[in-house]
């Protein structure tokens, strides 16, 4: 009898329990209506309404929107909630050909008309007051992005995070010619948490991702992504166009070409120092703001892809780091540009950067660096009174300003295809598992299948970078002061090769002194970029090098902002291969993505007067 009454309570107060999350759950839903497009093809679309007791709301209300391929149903229904109460109706998509939506998925392609068409449908609906807007991270900024393209009239306002590729040739996918590799990750996984082939998901659960980067280029119709021919599709057109052609210029994959036809409307750009759209942000918001009336913003925190953590890497930044974008202010955003509203958004400056630096670099509690930094903020991008000055590299290895001598000896150093610079951190996406993004000391590490411990392509006896024969290490001398340098980094070099063709990267450092938790100092990477010497010329066309003949090259890391504090040295290392993170140049001058041999290549640096080799940097007063 007793247990009897124990289970009668216990379903009371579940009763109760249930109840009371029904009667407070302030949205009812509309689940999988096929939105239609002007190619017929069917959207599936969920729509939460604002709700009492369960039962929905009349009226007409603002929409916010939101796009993905990584399927619609909610992660977030807390998220809903908050904004039904607050009167907005949530419009959740899955892309085409993705989840429910009908369609073949071809990545980027289709979001622009699929973006404006969704758009106006909403807009048309007798609960919409015609003012929507859109917000997301990653692929999902990426449709808000194509939808602003189209300038679709009920557009008004776009919160894009990490994503809205500006110019995917340049970042994102391709690299001024170098095959950004992320891309296979993200085709890995996403055929392994969605193929329905048992033959394939017991391959891709017993065949690790990481064995396939010791065997690239891949061979079409003899890989995983078989599979999936979608999926296999889009990764080789993508590496068959190597050049900067009509391809590259569609509205799916490119936003600089289409800035002036773009709606002008409220925009925030999003992004981290360590994130792989770090330049997509900064670039997007410079085109815009340039351009339009309506108010554009920029915030670069110190993250990776995952803006919500205050580390990055293997390097800690502090609570200070945390992102100002919360629910909260993503509400008065929305509450200012959709209702109207008057509050502080019309108030703050357009650009709020997080500076690096000012720690003291002690090991914290979680075995991380301790970097530090703070925000800043400002009316424009680069900061006012940045100063840009040449730093040169010399032939003994240093790094100043003083202009090299006539006489100065040129470093040559043997890159082999076969043996890259492995990949320690840098602004990347989707690299999972096999390489990893964010700041992290310059040292190799064994790699077991976690990037967070160990990095891909690592050899015993796990050395610095820098030890590297085909390292070339350019430093300064103990700074006196402290420096900051914020702002957009441009590495020019002199340089030969005996082959027809190879790559040069650049990659700056800020090099800690040895201290008690580091005893051999910390080499802590800031920013990093490639050249393809074939488009040193020219994007849209290949030229093939001279053996032997000296050419200059300019080489575009993500833009940073840092505090080299005293006794520490700035540096830049000079080299021709970061992989997995890009993909490695045969030397061969053969189609890219397609070789079929490897040669090594004796590369040369210049350093005399008449061909200098620097850094540019933009020198910030404190």
């Not at 580091?518 to 393809?532: A, F, K």
């Amino acid at each position: 009898m007793k247990n009897h009454n124990l289970r009668s309570l216990l379903l009371m107060h579940l009763s109760i329990l249930l109840c009371t999350t029904l009667f407070a759950q302030n949205y009812s839903v509309e689940k999988n209506i096929m939105v239609p497009t002007r190619d017929g093809i069917g959207l599936a679309t969920d729509i939460y309404f604002p709700a009492k007791g369960g039962t929905k709301l009349d009226g007409k209300f603002p929409v916010i929107f939101l796009r993905t391929p990584y399927n619609k149903d909610p992660k977030d229904v807390e998220g809903i909630d908050f904004y039904c109460k607050n009167g907005y109706i949530m419009v959740f998509q899955d892309c085409r050909g993705r989840y429910k939506s009908e369609g073949k998925f071809s990545k980027y392609v289709n979001e622009p008309n699929d973006g404006y068409d969704a758009v106006e449908w909403i807009a048309a609906q007798p609960w919409s007051n015609g003012k929507i807007g859109m917000k997301g991270g990653s692929y999902g900024a990426h449709v808000q992005a194509s939808a602003a393209k189209l300038n679709p009239p009920h557009l008004s306002t776009i919160m894009l995070t990490v994503g809205g590729t500006s110019n995917g040739w340049t970042h994102g996918i391709r690299s001024y010619g170098a095959f950004t590799n992320k891309q296979l990750t993200w085709a890995f996984s996403n055929l392994a948490k969605e193929t329905e082939d048992p033959i394939a998901k017991e391959r891709m659960k017993n065949e690790p991702v990481s064995n396939w980067f010791h065997v690239l280029p891949l061979k079409k119709g003899h890989n995983p992504l078989s599979a999936d021919p979608e999926i296999e599709d889009y990764i080789f057109e993508m590496m068959d166009h190597a050049d900067y052609d009509d391809y590259w210029k569609q509205m799916g994959f490119n936003w600089v070409e289409y800035y002036d036809q773009t709606s002008d409307i409220p925009m925030i750009h999003i992004s981290g120092w360590y994130d792989n759209y770090c330049q997509t942000a900064i670039d997007n918001y410079l085109g815009l703001s340039a351009i339009k009336k309506s108010p554009i913003k920029l915030l670069m925190g110190p993250w990776t892809h995952n803006t919500k953590e205050t580390m990055a890497g293997d390097v800690e930044f502090g609570e200070d780091a945390q992102n100002p974008v919360t629910q909260d202010w993503e509400k008065m955003w929305f509450d200012h540009f959709l209702k109207g509203e008057k509050n502080i958004i019309e108030e703050e400056l357009p650009v709020k950067i997080f500076v690096m630096g000012t720690g003291d670099g002690h090991k914290d509690k979680n075995g991380r660096l301790f970097h530090g930094g703070f925000w800043h903020t400002a009316n424009q991008w680069p900061l006012p009174d940045t100063k840009s000055v040449n730093y040169y590299l010399h032939e003994d290895g240093s790094l100043s300003a003083s202009k090299p001598k006539e006489n100065e000896v040129p470093f040559t150093f043997v890159f082999d295809p076969e043996n890259p610079v492995p990949t320690i951190g840098g602004g990347m996406a989707s690299t999972q598992p096999v390489w990893t993004g964010g700041a992290f000391d310059q040292r190799e590490k064994p790699y077991d299948g976690n990037p967070n411990t160990g990095f891909f392509g690592s050899k015993s006896p796990y050395l610095p970078l820098s030890a590297r024969k085909d390292v070339m290490v350019y430093q300064t001398e103990p700074l006196e002061n402290e420096m900051q340098i914020t702002g957009p980094i441009v590495v020019k070099i002199h340089a030969s090769s005996d082959c027809l063709d190879t790559d040069f990267t650049a990659k700056l450092i800020d090099v800690y002194p040895p201290s008690e938790d580091y005893p051999s100092g910390y080499e802590m990477n800031l920013t990093d970029g490639i050249m393809r010497a074939r488009y040193r010329n020219s994007p849209e066309k290949a030229e093939l090098m001279e053996p032997g003949k000296v050419y200059e090259f300019t080489i575009t890391p993500f833009p940073t902002a840092n505090v080299f504090k005293k006794g520490h040295r700035i540096r830049i290392d000079i080299s021709s291969s970061n992989f997995p993170n890009y993909d490695v140049n045969p030397n061969t001058g053969e189609k890219l993505g397609f070789n079929k041999r490897t040669v090594k290549a004796n590369n040369t640096i210049y350093h005399d007067i008449k061909r200098p080799s620097y850094v540019v940097l933009p020198i910030v007063a404190l």
